[in-house]
């Protein structure tokens, strides 16, 4: 029983949904402007790929991992290994 009160999730279902709705938005974003660099690619830098990778980081960080650990959660199953990231 002590075991089952120290895995309790993060977060609940309703606030793990929310996160991810969240996630989607800013996932479009990326899309959107990926979309439009590869239109004229002498447009981007080094700056806007670091400026794409930090914002994948934080979404996957701040919104993915922690929504899908409290949804394996809710659902029995065992979270998957960690993402490598730089």
């Known amino acids: 029983m002590a075991d089952d009160d120290n895995q ?3 977060l609940d279902p309703q606030e793990a949904l929310r996160m991810l709705d969240e996630a989607r ?3 479009r974003t990326v899309i959107w402007a990926l979309h439009g ?5 002498s447009a981007l830098t080094v700056d ?3 400026d794409i990778e930090h914002l994948l980081t ?3 960080d701040n919104a993915m991992t922690p929504s899908y650990d409290a949804i394996s959660h809710v ?12």
């Open 25 to 27: 938005s800013r996932l």
């Open 8 to 10: 309790s999730p993060a």
């Open 58 to 60: 934080e979404i996957l």
């Open 75 to 86: 659902l029995g199953e065992q979270s998957g290994g960690a993402v490598t990231t730089h």
């Open 37 to 41: 660099m590869h239109q004229d690619l």
């Open 48 to 50: 806007d790929l670091a």
